[in-house]
């Protein structure tokens, strides 16, 4: 039998992970890896800790030399040999050698694309000045840490308040700078809903951040070829020595496009389940393939490395004949923002709300990482997304301290198998008092959502707030009540609620909130069998601190800077 030969196109997140796969599979293939850049297999994610000089040493960032892949897998791997087009009637590609400028033909079995994404630039006028960057690779990070060396900048702007944007802007805090956040969307981390979103907004200018929001950057200015400022849609002008461009990526597609490879309706290129293309004898994974949303069912984009490095292995199983299929993505993602986590998985209720679906719920919880008894407790602030015929969990969000990446991850699984908010209840968990609690919060958040499901309580929704028309009815007890309440609720403590039960009116709905959730369900519980018509208001007044942070109306459009930030907590 003859050895196939499989080239693969980038050697990174996905290209290295399906080579080394392939090599484990089939000790006789011969397996090449094209990359264009100077190294396989680096840390894309830890770049921006470079940067920041939380990893000060470049040579950590390198997870496998060509050196390594040659006498342990015994792939070859040629840096700076960039693929310029595909001839598949020959099964060729056409490489450029980069260092010599020499160009030549590869003959292939089987072909893997994994070229990746590019940052997006923007036609901004003044992009192309000095001390303006995007960040993808090693020297990109290098030109960045060299120009920060260099040029001793004092202030930066990170354009794009995203994953990415947010690392950057902690990491060039981290390295002294001033930084300024400007975001076309009136929230930061586009992928949250709002409302969870102000937590880490709030974060952010308690870390001295400035952040804009609602508002575009429309040109960059400099003196001498170098940026001093940028200018916003809004007509603020703010100093930058700096400038991080962290608006998205765009799937690198051109190859197969010019190929005549299918490619799906966010311009990546379509695949299988198999991850094969329309070709079938070239397979893509990565940032440049789009993939089933596991929740929803359509085409996206998920640019993450966890997708990339499963694609690549279940190419590679294809390639060998296995029976492999990707399941599907959901966007489960964590970021980690001056000690705040944030992440999430599954659809949002915004794009839910998007999408006209209107069979859904959402709770809010707001319990901490472990027994709140032993030392060191955290809040943690959870959203749980569900749909509200049968309990499908569809999503979740949380943001805090320790443990929230355990939940999120947890309830990720959950998403991926199917399961309902019954099965959240039902999970069984680590529990001792420094890790968890004996109800985890994914239980908790299982136990609220699987009560709304059965009907044992009815939410209320906090958009519709403004123009209810509910009582409102606020349980908690009165000292709490004086620091800060709902705009128009009336306070009737839990314990006194059986007693004063004539002070609310029954021809009307009555909505009850308290601190967090707890003691309005047991309000709601008892209104009901009452006879009056109760809702929750999930999550309390913890929630409608960040629904409602500038109190009634909702009018949510903020371009406030760290200065304009009340340094008191906000009460309506
Ligand atoms: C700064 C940063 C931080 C990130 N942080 C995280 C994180 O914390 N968590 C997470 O899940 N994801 C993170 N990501 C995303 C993650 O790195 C990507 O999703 C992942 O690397 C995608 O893998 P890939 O193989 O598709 O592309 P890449 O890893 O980008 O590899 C593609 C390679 O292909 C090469 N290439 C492209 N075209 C050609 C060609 N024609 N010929 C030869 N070579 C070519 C490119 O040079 C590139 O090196 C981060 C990304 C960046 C940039």
Redesign the pocket.
Known sequence: MSSKRVLI???????ASCAARLRRLDERAEIVV????PYPSFA??G??YYIGDAISDEAKLLVATPELFRSRFNIEVRTE????GINRGERKIQVKDLRKGSVYQEAYDALVL????V?ARPPLPGIDLEGVFT???IPDSRAIRAWIQDSQPRSAVVVGGG??GL?MAENLARRGLKVTIVEMFDQVMPPLDREMAEYVYVHLLDKHVSVRLADGVVRISGSEGRVTSIETRSGARIPADLVILSVGVKP?SK?AKVAGLELGPHAGIRVDESMRTSDPCIWA????VEARDTVTGALCLV??????NRQ?RIAADAICGRPARFRGVQAT???GVFGLTVAMTGVSEKRLHQAKETDYAAVYLHPTDHASYYPGASEMHLKLIFRRSDGLVLGAQAVGGHGVERRIDVISFAIQKGSTVFDLEEAELCYAPQFGMAKDPVNLAGMVAANVVRGDVRLANWGELPDCGAFLVDVREEEEFRRGSIVDAINIPLDQLRQRLAEIPNDRPIWVNCARGHRSYYAVRILQQHGFDASNLSGGYSTWEVWYPEGLPSKHIKTSAVEEHPSQPRAA
């Open positions: 196109v980038g050697g990174v997140a996905g290209g094209f990359e264009k850049g894309n994610c770049l921006p040999h960039e693929v310029l994994s070229p990746g994404a940052p960040l993808r690779t994953f990415i690392e690198e190859l994974v990565g940032d440049a640019p993450l490395a966890g997708p990339a690549g993602a964590v970021c």
